[in-house]
């Protein structure tokens, strides 16, 4: 139910936030296709309100007339800050000043980093711990600490009458439009690229976030970016398995080719990989989108590196995406790579240093000089149906 383009989603629980239609990059690495959503969310019981995040500086405004559709500012009680990073929290400085009886309410954690990003004055902070209780009369809200998903302050809030999660980043995606996920064709792509982009470096802490929630009542899961899930179990189960890194017989191969060759090598891997039933997707680095590889880390149980030599080393873009894949840390078991140099080897030596202390499997590597030969695409045939067999072998966890 709309209602001055505020969302009534529970009773007495509203999603007020903004959509951010237009942007195109997060973080300046992540690309944004489909735009995003800061979600923010208001909470009225018999006795206080409370406001659950905000939204990223340049939307104030809005936030502030979707507050006043349906309270005085001035009747805010808290303002939870379940995450402090600025797409959520920036709009801080700006909320305190016109909900003038608002104490901010964070982690310890959250509270240290309140006073340093947003000058939030000591009296005016709240600390609450795991598993905390804060009444508003007739709604009970419990913070339990999420640290890591995604900074070290982040907690989710849930609303115990409501059984509705307030998960921050957690559970999201970078989507405009919808307001429900149901409302959204291909809502678990995005939050499977969501997921990888934001969340994968963190399996452990995810692991043990999805622990707390156990024993829960979680009818509504209301995050941060993109549409709340009011059937939980769809994003729970999808979490399951990329929290514990479940991967299928799939491979990323991700390459990119100066004159041909390198690809050459490439298209001939996943020609044999498909013949042995592998799903295989292919990235050239010079076309892909960033979001779109990310996704296809989530659950490739191998990756195949494609990688030209240029001025002596490894192409920069090859070494881009290799630093990527080791910062974002999949559940990658298998590699093969495949080099092409004109005058100078080295690359793969190059890429191999980059992987090193990354607990992944070199299959097998190949370093031809020049464009390959019948006797090169043999044995990369051969490779192929080696690395195919090791993906069928492995259970994929
Ligand atoms: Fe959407 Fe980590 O902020």
């Known amino acids: 139910m709309f209602e001055g383009n505020v969302v009534r989603i529970s009773r007495d629980v509203y999603w007020i936030g903004v959509k951010d239609w237009n942007r195109r990059l997060f973080d300046a690495l992540i690309p944004l296709p489909r735009g995003t959503s800061y979600n923010a969310y208001l909470v009225s019981g018999e006795e206080g309100n409370a406001l659950i995040d905000t939204v990223n500086p340049g939307f104030e405004e809005e936030l502030e007339r979707k507050i006043r559709s349906l309270v005085d500012p001035g009747e805010i009680d808290y303002i939870v800050m379940n995450h402090a990073e600025p797409d959520h929290a920036g709009a801080i400085p700006y909320l305190m000043k016109i909900a003038t009886k608002a104490k901010l309410v964070a982690t310890s954690r959250g509270v240290k980093m309140a006073r340093i990003f947003y000058r939030v004055p000591e009296e005016r902070m709240k600390i609450v711990t795991d598993q905390e209780k804060l009444s508003l009369g007739g709604k009970t809200l419990r913070f339990i600490e999420a640290p890591m998903l995604h900074w070290p302050e982040t907690m989710f809030t849930y609303v115990e009458e409501e059984g509705i999660l307030f998960s921050c980043d957690f559970f999201g995606s970078h989507l405009a439009e919808g307001v429900y996920s149901d409302d959204v064709e291909d809502l678990l792509i995005h939050a499977q690229k969501y997921w990888g982009e934001i969340m994968m470096p963190f399996r452990t802490m995810a692991q043990k976030g999805l622990e707390k929630l156990k024993g829960l009542d979680v009818k509504t899961i209301a995050p941060s970016h993109g549409p709340i899930h009011r059937k939980p179990e769809v994003i ?6 990329w929290v ?49 590889l990310v996704k296809d880390l989530v659950d490739s149980r191998a990756i195949v590196l494609g990688v030209p030599a240029v001025l002596g080393g490894a192409h920069p873009l090859i070494v881009y995406a290799t630093y990527l894949f080791r910062i974002l840390r999949p559940p990658t078991e298998f590699t093969v790579v495949l080099s092409s140099y004109g005058w100078s080897g080295g690359a793969i030596r190059q890429i191999q240093e980059l992987l090193r202390d990354f607990k992944i499997e070199v299959v097998s590597t190949v370093e031809i000089n020049g464009p390959p030969m019948e006797e090169d695409m043999r044995k990369i045939v051969e490779i192929g149906k080696s690395l195919a067999s090791r993906i069928k072998r492995s259970e994929g966890f």
């Not at 729970?236 to 398995?241: G, V």
């Not at 191969?253 to 298209?267: F, L, Q």
């Not at 044999?272 to 295989?280: F, P, Q």
Request: no cysteine.
């Open 244 to 292: 514990y890194g479940e991967t299928k017989q799939k491979v990323s191969i991700i390459y990119v080719s100066m004159w041909g060759s390198t690809e050459h090598m490439a298209e001939q891997m996943a020609e044999v990989l498909a013949r042995e039933g592998i799903e295989v997707v292919l990235h050239n680095l010079t076309v892909t989108d960033v979001g779109d």
């Open 236 to 241: 729970l189960n999808a979490y399951k398995r």
